[in-house]
């Protein structure tokens, strides 16, 4: 069974909440799915040995959170190159973090990308929670 890991950084919880839903996708397409905390990821080890990866911040000031830009520090140190990726956030009205995201697992990590980052304003509005759910589901049919 293919493992995944979903690392988000949240301030209000609704990132969290998009995480917990693209792990269910995840889990619909038959792969293992785990959902950490920025926060929890402290060292190489908490990186390593998955077969995709996706990351996802909230954006504040135009930017992603301080977290997940330390953490995508450390995943600098582990070689992802052509291990599965997304990037997902909430946002208000701007939303940068999650195309940044993306483009540092692409550009810079050289992983293998699912087709563009997930932006949303909530899970609960909108179809958003069908559209975290099949964003996770997109990840799985890429392992
Ligand atoms: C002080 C502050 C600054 C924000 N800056 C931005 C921003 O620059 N762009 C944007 O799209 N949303 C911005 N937002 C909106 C948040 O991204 C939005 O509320 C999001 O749902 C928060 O996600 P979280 O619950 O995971 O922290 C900002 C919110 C606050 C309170």
New binding site residues.
């Given amino acids: 069974m293919s493992k995944v890991l979903v690392v988000?950084?949240?301030?209000?919880?609704?990132?969290?909440a998009i995480a917990d839903l693209i792990a269910e996708g995840l889990r619909f397409e038959g792969a293992e799915a785990k959902v950490v905390n920025v926060t929890d990821v402290k060292k190489e080890a908490d990186l390593e040995g998955y077969d995709g990866y996706v990351f996802g911040s909230?954006?504040?000031?135009?930017?992603m959170?301080q977290g997940m830009k330390t953490m995508l520090f450390l995943a600098e140190k582990v070689d992802l190159e052509g291990k599965v990726g997304g990037a997902f956030?909430?946002?208000?009205?701007?939303?940068?973090a999650p195309d940044r995201i993306y483009e540092t697992m692409k550009n810079i990590f050289k992983m293998d990308m699912v087709g563009d980052p997930l932006r949303l304003?909530?899970s609960s509005l909108g179809g958003g929670t069908q559209m975290a759910q099949d964003y996770g589901r997109n990840v799985g049919k890429k392992l």
């Fill in positions: 988000y950084n949240t301030r209000r919880g609704e990132t969290k909230a954006t504040y000031h135009g930017e959170m956030g909430a946002f208000g009205w701007s939303g940068e304003k909530s």
